[in-house]
């Protein structure tokens, strides 16, 4: 069965300070790995999508990397709208590209 | 660009009765799923239509279903209303099913609570 483990569940960092979150996956042949932000009362919001080991993809304070096992978010010089939760997700390796497979998210406070 | 749209955001209803709730995908976009998402399970996924067809089914009881018209939108029906029924019920779209971008654009989400 595909399991996503994200960790840690919560973390609390002052403005500026880097810091990763780690997702780590179990899967019969990954198909690819996404990373989504949401934010309270708000569905997710598509960050990164990565495909294979070795992979890297950035987006402003955020960075992706992707190895066989797991992943992590890097999070350089964060602001306090960086504050949401980050869930981790890989696709299903049979059926709809749709179908996703989600982590617990892990909930990043930035504090000024 | 109008986004994701669901409706209704929010709603009480009572164990046994039955919910539909509605989901306008992006222009253009084809392709719909649904997922749950709870504070225990977090988000579940529970099926995916394109082009008025159900391509895959998540691992939920047969109460739960859902069906997509020609103009892409798409409704989802729970039956016999469960305590455990009570999540935020997420809607995404994308432009096509089979692609492999993984970049689902998801609604706001409709709340339903079961007392």
């Known amino acids: 069965e595909d399991q996503v483990t994200q960790s840690p569940e919560a973390l609390r960092l002052q403005e500026g300070e880097s810091s990763s979150l780690n997702c780590s996956y179990t899967?019969?042949?990954?198909?690819?790995l996404f990373w989504y932000r949401q934010d309270p009362g708000k569905g997710p919001e598509f960050l990164f999508t990565?495909?294979?080991a070795g992979e890297e993809k950035e987006k402003e304070r955020l960075k992706a990397t992707l190895t066989k096992k797991e992943s992590f978010l890097h999070i350089t010089a964060p602001k306090p709208e960086d504050s949401a939760t980050y869930l981790c997700a890989v696709q299903a390796p049979f059926g709809g590209a749709q179908k996703l497979v989600f982590g617990q998210g892990t909930r990043l406070t930035i504090n000024p | 660009k109008a986004g994701v749209t669901q409706t209704p955001r929010y709603l009480i209803k009572t164990r046994g009765q039955q919910v539909t709730l509605s989901c306008s995908p992006i222009?253009?976009?084809?392709?719909v799923s649904w997922y749950q998402q709870t504070p225990g399970q977090g988000l579940q996924f529970l099926f995916e239509y394109f082009s008025e067809t159900q391509r895959n089914k998540g691992n939920f009881p047969g109460r739960f279903s859902g069906r997509q018209f020609s103009n892409s939108r798409s409704e989802m029906n729970v039956s016999t209303l469960e305590l455990g029924d009570s999540a935020l019920y997420l809607c995404?779209?994308?432009?096509?099913?089979?692609?492999?971008?993984?970049?689902?654009?998801f609604g706001e989400g409709s709340r339903l609570t079961v007392l």
């Open positions: 990565l495909y294979s």
């Open positions: 899967v019969s042949g990954l198909r690819g």
């Open positions: 222009s253009g976009h084809r392709s």
């Open positions: 995404a779209s994308s432009l096509m099913s089979g692609k492999l971008t993984g970049e689902l654009f």
